[in-house]
């Protein structure tokens, strides 16, 4: 199986702040990766696939990047709405696999 | 607008069964593969099973293979999914979620809101 690992599992950071997320694959998964959003009590937001496509009606704030094994998901300018936990997904292969999530947090 | 309407969940004993469905609307639901993910509490996502948007095609985690079945009625616009043996450790919210076409190996692209299964004595 592949393993996703997200850095770092939480963050803090400030209204207009840069913020960028990393997520490492065990293996190479070409750009098979995306990326989503969740929010308390809400179901996941697909934001990102292809590592840099960005879903239809997503702000252009959030880009992700990478390929092979290293991805990231930056959100150029963090807002209120925002802060909530980020996951990123491989479907180069089954069994389909999730990174642990990183918590985006108000400082 | 795509809609993906999950029901079914609620309280069973270890060993019991319940059967998941989830309802699509906005979309030519036999076009789409789909799958379900579920959250324990707490916890993060983790992918359960998917099936193709011909049904021809089934997929399954370990954790629930053999125990678990997938399946969709493309006639109804529905999804399900069957939950035998349960255990405490299926406890979660499952949700229903979309691919981008028809054979389960692109990325998602829509998702339910999810129905609560509680496995307890």
């Known amino acids: 199986d592949i393993q996703m690992t997200q850095s770092p599992s939480s963050l803090s950071a400030s209204v207009g702040d840069r913020v960028t997320i990393t997520c490492r694959a065990s293996?190479?998964?070409?750009?098979?990766l995306a990326w989503f959003q969740q929010k308390p009590g809400k179901a996941p937001k697909s934001l990102i696939y292809?590592?840099?496509s960005l879903q239809s009606g997503v702000p252009s704030k959030f880009s992700g990047s990478g390929s092979g094994t290293d991805f990231t998901l930056t959100i150029s300018s963090l807002q209120p709405e925002d802060f909530a936990t980020y996951y990123c997904q491989q479907y180069n292969s089954y069994p389909l696999t999730f990174g642990g999530g990183t918590k985006v947090e108000i400082k | 607008e795509v809609q993906l309407l999950e029901s079914g969940g609620g309280l069973e004993q270890p060993g019991g069964s319940l059967r998941l469905s989830c309802a699509a609307s906005?979309?030519?639901?036999?076009?789409?593969?789909m799958s379900w993910v579920r959250q324990a509490p707490g916890k993060g996502l983790e992918w359960v099973s998917s099936?193709?948007?011909?049904?021809?095609?089934?997929y399954y985690a370990d954790s629930v293979k053999g125990r678990f079945t997938i399946s969709r009625d493309n006639s109804k616009n529905t999804l399900y999914l069957q939950m035998n043996s349960l255990r405490a450790e299926d406890t979660a919210l499952y949700y229903c979620a979309r691919f981008r076409g028809t054979t389960g190996t692109t990325h998602f692209d829509s998702w339910g809101q999810g129905t609560l299964v509680t496995v307890s004595s």
């Open positions: 906005g979309f030519t639901f036999r076009s789409y593969a």
């Open positions: 292809a590592a840099s």
């Open positions: 099936i193709t948007g011909s049904g021809g095609t089934t």
């Open positions: 293996q190479d998964i070409r750009n098979y």
